[in-house]
């Protein structure tokens, strides 16, 4: 029982801290202005409390995203709902996408922020590892499609943070018109591997 107490602080604590950072860093102009000292005061914690829940800052942005991420992650992995008995594939991958880019959209510091400098290749990152890994299984159910590892790869650098940082803020590009341009670019993408590899059977 006397360890309750200190489990139960150490939850409040944390959830205290990744809602301080989620406001402050949807305030913020640049993710990198937030420092943990920010986070801190904020959450009105110790400096300690932060290091000792998340490591460093790059933990605390992962946890952040992470928690930021469960609510779609479903959606993300499975695709668009079915669309009568079997959903095409190429549904699916535009679901998928659409639900990446919404995300990165909702999320436009965070993401930033994370890919930035959230410690290390982006790429590593256990997010995109998932996204990548469910794309990849959706495009090798389309015929004609090869080389979706690299396929799934050049999709999703259709929804990196700093791309989408650039459209939606700088160029100040509506959010239904980037999700179109994002769904039009994976049609092409999908038709022209699969008739470049029709082409080569002939």
């Known amino acids: ?5 200190p489990r139960k602080d150490a939850a409040r604590n944390r959830e205290a801290v990744l809602a301080a950072a989620d406001a402050l860093f949807a305030r913020c102009e640049n993710p990198e202005d937030v420092t943990m000292a920010d986070i801190a005061a904020a959450a009105g914690v110790g400096k300690g409390t932060l ?15 992470e ?11 499975a695709g668009p709902p079915p669309l009568g008995p079997v ?17 990165k959209l909702d999320n436009r510091r965070l993401a930033l922020a ?19 890994s469910a ?14 590892d690299f396929t799934a790869h050049a999709l999703l650098a259709a929804t990196r943070a700093d791309l989408v940082e650039h459209l939606a803020g700088e160029e100040s590009v509506p959010r ?23 082409s080569a059977e002939e």
């Open 176 to 198: 239904e018109r980037m999700r179109a341009q994002l769904a039009n670019f994976a049609i092409r993408v999908l038709g022209s591997g699969a008739r470049q590899e029709l």
């Open 114 to 132: 994370l890919e930035e400098g959230g410690g290390g290749s982006p790429y590593q990152a256990d997010h995109y590892e998932r996204w990548h």
């Open 87 to 103: 959903t095409p594939p190429q549904d699916r991958v535009a679901g998928l996408l659409d639900a990446v880019l919404c995300f």
């Open 135 to 148: 794309l990849q299984s959706v495009l090798e159910q389309i015929p004609g499609l090869t080389d979706s």
């Open 1 to 5: 029982m006397p360890e309750r107490k």
């Open 51 to 65: 290091f000792r829940a998340f490591g460093d800052r790059a933990g605390l942005l992962r946890a952040l995203y």
């Open 67 to 77: 928690a930021r991420l469960e609510p779609i992650r479903e959606a993300v992995e």
